[in-house]
Each structure stands twice: as structure tokens, then as C-alpha cells.
């Protein structure tokens, strides 16, 4: 069973940054597709960006002003978020996917955690 825990977020005002990280608890993480996604009160999960060892991709909202990356020793996948809009409030997940190609597709991710709320403030 894959576990991951997601840290970092808090309340920022516009324009400021933030660093989320996710950790991981399996030595097969590496093989791992990882994701970031966001639910904003009312509204469906939206995908943010994702990575593996061929590259990584992102929503058209954060591009520019997102990174994703991911430490192979420390198990861990982080989003970098400079710039911070107040439409970025949302509760982040991070989420993996065992196989395949990297995804946008919610359903196509394995195992998710708990979530981190971030809150931009105008």
C-alpha cells in the first residue's frame, strides 16, 4: 500500500509563494507517475501538474509560475507555487499512479493523500 502525506501549505497573500511536498513511503517510488491536483470548495478536482523520469507536464493556470519536482533518496515530490493567485485557494492532493504514461485524468491515479489547504488572500 502506497502512502503519501502532503505538507506546506498555509495562508499567503497574492503574489507570494509557497512550497508543498509530498512523501512517499515505498522503495518503488521511483517507478512512480506523481501528480499534483486541487479541489477548490464547490468545484471538481483540477489537475495542477505532474512528473516522472521522461518529463513533466502542467495545467495551462500554473504554467510559469508552478514547478514540480521530486527527490529520488528522500522519496519526496514538491510544487514550487510562485506568484500565488487568490483562484489558486484550493486543498492540494498528491497523488500517484503505478502505471502508464503521466496522466491529467483524476481516475487514472492509484493512490491519493489527504490533502493540504492552501489560501491565498487578495
Known amino acids: 500500500q502506497v502512502q503519501l502525506v502532503e505538507s506546506g501549505g498555509g495562508l499567503v497573500q497574492a503574489g507570494d509563494s509557497l512550497r508543498l511536498s509530498c512523501a512517499a513511503n515505498?522503495?518503488?517510488?521511483?517507478?512512480?507517475?506523481m501528480a499534483w491536483f486541487r479541489q477548490a470548495p464547490g468545484k471538481d478536482h483540477e489537475f495542477v501538474a505532474a512528473i516522472n523520469l521522461s518529463g513533466n507536464m502542467y495545467a495551462d493556470s500554473v504554467k510559469g509560475r508552478f514547478t514540480i519536482s521530486r527527490d529520488y533518496a528522500k522519496k519526496t515530490v514538491d510544487l514550487q507555487m510562485n506568484d500565488l493567485k487568490p483562484e489558486d485557494t484550493a486543498v492540494y492532493y498528491c497523488?500517484?499512479?503505478?502505471?502508464?504514461?503521466?496522466?491529467?485524468?483524476?481516475?487514472?491515479?492509484?493512490?491519493w493523500g489527504q490533502g493540504t489547504q492552501v489560501t491565498v488572500s487578495s
Open positions: 497523488a500517484a499512479r503505478v502505471f502508464g504514461r503521466l496522466s491529467l485524468a483524476r481516475g487514472d491515479y492509484d493512490y
Open positions: 515505498k522503495r518503488t517510488f521511483s517507478n512512480y507517475n
